[in-house]
């Protein structure tokens, strides 16, 4: 099945620093999700995007939804140990049940 | 909040056992979902489940069943365990009531077969 690209796979960033991470897909979709997974846990939904250019932030958490609708942004603003975890995008092309995933991005905050 | 459950956090098998994995949510949802987890792979789509007893094949359904026999609980089954199913198995569900229907997720299963 189809993918989505994730970037970047992991990072590390120090305590108080921004956090930028990105999905690109080849297919056009109307709607991404955003997931936060700890370690041992299910992926938690972050925030919904339904409409391109769709600017959406939850906490310190803020996601865009591209123009072209085949990415995705999140940014975390002033990390904190907390936010330590794996990011998925998810993305759907018709609005219905069908998710496709992306491979994620492991971050690691720096106390 | 909506609440899936899976009936275990870790379950070790052995070849060839036959194996159940019980996923419950609480929120009349209509869509119920299994995916495997493993590195560098991401989630993919094992089966899926739109109604009581009606079931589609994800992506990769070879060496799986499942069961769906009251809307709030979804089975995954592993008919004849083998070691290239050890894994991370997450239960998600949605509704169709809900715009575009983003998936929710329980805690994971995470399977080794001996």
């Known amino acids: 099945g189809q993918q989505l690209n994730q970037s970047p796979q992991s990072m590390f960033i120090q305590e108080g620093e921004d956090v930028s991470m990105n999905c690109t897909s080849s297919s056009i979709f109307n709607t991404w999700l955003w997931y936060k997974q700890d370690p041992g846990e299910g992926p938690v939904l972050l925030i919904a995007l339904y409409k391109a250019g769709e600017l959406t932030s939850n906490g310190r958490l803020t996601a865009q939804f591209g123009i072209t609708r085949k990415d995705s942004f999140l940014n975390i603003s002033a990390s904190i140990p907390s936010d330590v975890g794996i990011y998925f995008c998810?993305?759907?092309?018709?609005?219905?049940?069908?998710?496709?995933f992306g491979t994620g991005t492991r971050l690691k905050v720096l106390a | 909040d909506v609440k899936v459950t899976q009936s275990s956090r870790y379950l070790v098998k052995r070849t060839g056992e036959k194996v159940f994995l019980e996923c419950v949510q609480d929120m009349d949802h209509e869509n119920m979902f299994w995916y495997r987890q493993d590195p560098g792979l991401g989630l993919r789509l094992i089966y899926f489940?739109?109604?009581?007893?009606?079931?589609e094949k994800g992506d990769i359904p070879e060496g799986y069943s499942v069961s769906r026999e009251k809307k709030e609980r979804f089975s995954l089954i592993l008919e004849s365990a083998s070691t290239n199913q050890t894994s991370m198995y997450l239960c998600?569900?949605?509704?169709?009531?809900?715009?575009?229907?983003?998936?929710?997720f329980g805690d994971g299963t995470r399977l080794s077969i001996l």
């Open positions: 998810a993305g759907s092309t018709s609005g219905t049940y069908k998710y496709i």
């Open positions: 998600a569900s949605s509704s169709i009531r809900t715009r575009n229907q983003p998936q929710h």
């Open positions: 489940s739109y109604d009581v007893k009606m079931k």
